[in-house]
């Protein structure tokens, strides 16, 4: 079965950083593109990062553009969101997702990111 496990969640003041990770299994990790959403409380998910199944980043949302970095290491099976100058409005659950060609089909089961002083 198709398992993703999210990690490295937690509390950091605004302009810290974090390191989020992924890792997949019950899949050809490489073969498939893999995302970062993220969904706070009373709001839409909204989609963070892509990157390929061969690791070109794509679709960095506005947001995040400049401060987050999504990478992979297909040894490890694993994908990271490097988050950098974290602000308030950063804070919400991300989860990662495996991706075919219409769009996310799995789900991990997130990882709490909270931005405050």
């Known amino acids: 079965q198709v398992q993703l496990v999210e990690s490295g969640g937690g509390l950091v003041q605004p302009g810290g950083s974090l390191r989020l990770s992924c890792t997949g299994s019950?899949?050809?990790?490489?073969?498939?593109?893999m995302s970062w959403y993220r969904r706070a409380p009373g709001k839409e998910r909204e989609l963070v990062a892509t990157i390929t199944g061969g690791g070109v980043p794509t679709n960095y949302a506005d947001s995040v553009k400049g401060r987050f970095t999504i990478s992979r290491d297909n040894a490890k099976n694993t994908i990271y969101l490097q988050m950098n100058s974290l602000k308030p409005e950063d804070t919400a659950v991300y989860y990662c997702?495996?991706?075919?060609?219409?769009?996310?089909?799995?789900w991990g089961q997130g990882t709490q990111v909270t931005v405050s002083s």
């Open positions: 997702s495996r991706r075919i060609f219409q769009g996310p089909v799995n």
């Open positions: 019950g899949f050809t990790f490489s073969n498939y593109a």
